[in-house]
C-alpha cells in the first residue's frame, strides 16, 4: 500500500507541472513589440494602411502593436500595425490580424491581403512534435518545411517564468537555424516571423552574449509591452547597441537614440496621488511610475516657491512613499515631480 501511495504522489505532483499556467501572448487591452535596428523603441501614434512586407535589410527601428479588434468569419481578431519611428506621418500601417485561441495554446495570423489564416504559434506542442511553415521569402534563414520540437525549457523574463520552444526543420540545407518561441511573448526576432525578412545578415549581432537566442534578423525584439507593462526585455539588444558607441543602457521601453543623435526621454512618472489630503504632519504620496528612476519630488507654495524638497527612488508600477511635512504653515501647496503635479491642503 505504500508503494502504492508513493507512485500516486508522484503522478499528482507530475500532473500539477504539466498543468501549469498558459501566458497568453493577446493581452485584450495592448499588446507592443519593440524592435531595434539601430534605433531604440520609443512609442508612437499611428494611422493605418496596408504594410508593405519588408524585402531587405533596414536600420530602422519600430513597434508591431496590436489596436483594437475586428471580427471575421465568426472569429475575432486585433488588427496588427506597424509604427516606424521615422518617417513621419502615415508609414505606419496594418500588417494583418492576430488572434488567439487560450484554450487551446494557439495564435493564428492572418495578413493584410486577407489570405487565409496560419497557425503561427501552437503552445500544446510537445518534444517530438511538428508544426509546418509556409515563409513569405522561401529560402534564406528558415526553409518551407516541418520543424520538430526538440526541446522546452523555462526561460525568467521580466513578466516572471514562460516556456521556451526550440524547433528546427531537418530538411532544410545545413545550415539548418533553431527556431525559437517564448510563451506569451513570440519570436525573439519578429513576432510574425513567417512574414518577416528571411535572413541572416551578421554584422557582428549580439556576439557578446552567449545566451542561445538567435538574433540574426534585423528585425530585432528588444522589448514586449502588455498595457504598459514590461513582460519581456532583452538585455543583450541593449549591450550590442551599446557597443555601437552611441546609445545608453536602460531596462526601459521608453527611450531611443536615433544615429548618435539626442536622446529623448518619456516622463517615468504617471500620477501622484496623496492620501489623506488635507494632512496634518504627514501623508502618504502614491506614485505610478513607469520605469525605474531616480527623481526629485518638490513641494511649492502659492507663489511658486520650493519649500521643500526630497529625493525618491522609484521601480515600475505603484510606488509608496510617507512624507512628513509638520514644517509647513497651513496653507495650500503643490507637489510636483517631473511632469506629475497634485494639490496638497495642509492644516494645523
Not at 40 to 59: E, K
Not at 60 to 77: I, R
Not at 144 to 153: A, L, N, P, R, T
Not at 194 to 212: H, K
Request: glycine share 8%; with cysteine; hydrophobic share 35%.
Amino acid at each position: 500500500m505504500k508503494k502504492f501511495c508513493v507512485i500516486l504522489t508522484l503522478c499528482l505532483l507530475c500532473a500539477t507541472v504539466n498543468a501549469q499556467s498558459y501566458y497568453p501572448m493577446l493581452d485584450s487591452v495592448s499588446n507592443v513589440w519593440h524592435h531595434v535596428g539601430n534605433v531604440i523603441p520609443v512609442r508612437t501614434n499611428a494611422t493605418a494602411t496596408n504594410c508593405f512586407y519588408p524585402s531587405q535589410f533596414s536600420f530602422f527601428g519600430y513597434t508591431a502593436e496590436t489596436s483594437g479588434d475586428t471580427s471575421m468569419n465568426g472569429l475575432t481578431y486585433y488588427k496588427l500595425e506597424e509604427h516606424p519611428y521615422i518617417g513621419g506621418a502615415g508609414s505606419e500601417c496594418l500588417f494583418g490580424f492576430m488572434r488567439e485561441d487560450t484554450a487551446a495554446q494557439q495564435v493564428y495570423f492572418m495578413d493584410n491581403q486577407f489570405s487565409p489564416e496560419v497557425l503561427l504559434y501552437d503552445f500544446s506542442l510537445q518534444v517530438g512534435d511538428s508544426i509546418y511553415y509556409d515563409f513569405l521569402q522561401s529560402s534564406g534563414y528558415y526553409y518551407d518545411g516541418y520543424f520538430k520540437v526538440d526541446s522546452i525549457s523555462v526561460m525568467t523574463i521580466t513578466g516572471g517564468p514562460r516556456r521556451v520552444f526550440y524547433l528546427r526543420n531537418y530538411a532544410a540545407p545545413l545550415p539548418a537555424y533553431p527556431l525559437m518561441w517564448i510563451e506569451g511573448v513570440g519570436h525573439p526576432g519578429h513576432v510574425v516571423f513567417t512574414y518577416s525578412e528571411n535572413a541572416s545578415w551578421g554584422f557582428g549581432w549580439f556576439t557578446s552574449c552567449n545566451d542561445g537566442i538567435p538574433r540574426d534578423f534585423f528585425q530585432t525584439l528588444t522589448c514586449f509591452e502588455q498595457s504598459n507593462q514590461n513582460i519581456y526585455f532583452d538585455t543583450c539588444a541593449y549591450q550590442q547597441a551599446q557597443l555601437w558607441g552611441c546609445f545608453f543602457f536602460e531596462d526601459s521601453c521608453t527611450y531611443y537614440n536615433l544615429f548618435c543623435g539626442s536622446v529623448q526621454e518619456i516622463s517615468a512618472i504617471y500620477q501622484l496621488n496623496i492620501s489623506p489630503n488635507p494632512v496634518k504632519d504627514e501623508f502618504r504620496l502614491s506614485v505610478e511610475a513607469a520605469r525605474p528612476a531616480g527623481t526629485e519630488l518638490k513641494i511649492t507654495d502659492l507663489s511658486g516657491k520650493v519649500v521643500k524638497k526630497q529625493p525618491l527612488m522609484l521601480h515600475p508600477g505603484t510606488n509608496e512613499h510617507t512624507i512628513n511635512c509638520s514644517e509647513l504653515r497651513a496653507g495650500i501647496y503643490f507637489l510636483e515631480a517631473e511632469n506629475a503635479r497634485s494639490k496638497l491642503v495642509k492644516v494645523e
